[in-house]
């Protein structure tokens, strides 16, 4: 039987493929596994612990807040705390940047965007969730670390992963060489290197997009969706509709077996759903780092300017055929939005508040 590997193991292996480092990133990977061991936990008994329903309190999204959110976002703020090597977090469950001061993280120069539990609306009905993080380097030098350290480009992270708490609980991040996979044994209380080298199907035949919504869609994403449904043996459609509601269980399943996950902009949500810092951009990464490729319909998610901390993005993601099959649709169709994009970028750029959601 082949000797396993933890995540521990191989992220201290992998440290040589970056001569000069010291190891604070792998430190912070570290620090992030044991905040996912402590959530999972909390995940695997949530019916028989006070974990499940609302805590009464809404975020700056205006979403209520589930006490598994609150639980998840205490774990891993505490746990970049302890570890030392973050000097800025930004959370969805924050309205602002917390700014981690302490004696340990005095020097620490990364800063960790995250997602403490993705697909909330899943956690009262026992359906997978999970935890989506992006880790930057400060570009600030002098003094501490300022809030638009927290706002560069997706292009800019040095890493990024997420934590699948399903069947079983999974860990999947990159540093920018590749993707890896790392199941945790639950025996030995560690995240064991499971799917090495991760690659999605450059072609699939899964699309996954909240078709309740179907009313509201841009005519480009209607347009695609009638697309994956024709009869046509060639092309292996009607394509699979599938979707969990969990942006990460989503996108884990999509990377195993090919397809694309969308979630547009739509009448409600006109400048989409879900937030480029701490959702679009890290999945953005993962995926292209597999083979995959990754936009708003029009630009690469990684190139976009991020003006505010909690942006909101459209978002095309998954085999890179697939989403070059809807962005065609997207230019024939919805020409119009790839400008309206544009215009509200601009105007993020301009508009001071960094923690107004304004794209
Ligand atoms: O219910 P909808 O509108 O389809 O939205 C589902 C999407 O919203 C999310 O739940 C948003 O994430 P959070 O749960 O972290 O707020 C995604 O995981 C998921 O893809
Ligand atoms: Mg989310
Ligand atoms: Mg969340």
């Known amino acids: 039987m ?16 970056f001569p000069y480092a010291k190891g604070e990133l792998s430190r912070l990977l570290r620090d992030i596994g044991i905040a996912a061991k402590i959530v999972n936990r909390e995940v695997n008994k949530a019916g028989l612990v006070d974990i499940l329903g ?49 004696e340990v993280s005095r020097d620490a120069k990364y800063i960790v965007a ?33 809030v638009e350290d927290a706002l560069q ?32 044994d639950p025996s030995i209380g560690e995240f064991c290197l499971s799917h090495p080298d991760m690659k999605i199907p450059k072609e699939g035949y ?30 292996q459609r009607p394509y699979s509709s599938r979707y969990i509601g969990s942006m990460v269980a989503d996108l884990h399943r999509n990377i195993i077996k090919g397809g694309i996950f969308i979630y547009p902009t739509t009448a409600s949500a006109p400048r989409g759903k879900l937030r480029l810092v701490y959702e679009c951009n890290p999945m953005a990464f993962i995926i292209e780092q597999a083979g995959g ?11 976009k300017e991020v003006g505010s ?30 400008k309206t994009i544009e215009k509200q970028v601009s105007a993020a750029k301009e508009s001071p508040d960094v923690t107004k959601i304004t794209v």
């Open 54 to 102: 609302e805590i009464g309190t809404t975020n700056s999204h205006g979403e209520s807040q589930k006490k598994l959110d609150v639980f998840a976002n205490e774990q891993f703020i505490s746990a970049l705390t302890c570890g030392g090597e973050c000097c800025i977090v930004v959370s969805e469950e924050n309205d602002d940047p917390v700014y981690i001061d302490s």
């Open 114 to 146: 995250i997602d403490p539990l993705d697909g909330s609306s899943n956690i009262d009905v026992n359906v997978a969730v999970g935890t989506i993080f992006s880790i930057y380097r400060r570009k600030s030098t002098v003094g501490k670390a300022v």
């Open 2 to 17: 082949s000797a396993v590997k933890t995540l521990g193991q191989f992220i201290i292996e992998k440290q040589k493929d």
């Open 293 to 303: 490729r990754a936009t708003d319909g029009f630009e690469r998610i990684l190139d």
């Open 309 to 338: 901390l909690h942006q909101r993005s459209a978002i095309f993601l998954g085999s890179e055929n697939m989403v070059l099959k809807a962005e065609e649709m997207m230019r024939d169709f919805s020409p119009e939005l790839g």
């Open 153 to 184: 480009k997706g292009i800019e992270q040095v890493a990024a992963g997420y934590v699948v708490y399903g069947s079983s609980a999974m860990l999947v991040y990159t540093t920018g060489k590749g993707v890896n996979g790392f199941t945790l």
């Open 206 to 235: 899964i699309y996954s997009i909240n078709e309740g919504n179907y009313v509201h869609f841009p005519d480009g994403v209607k347009k695609y969706i009638k697309y994956c449904q024709v009869m046509d043996k060639e092309t």
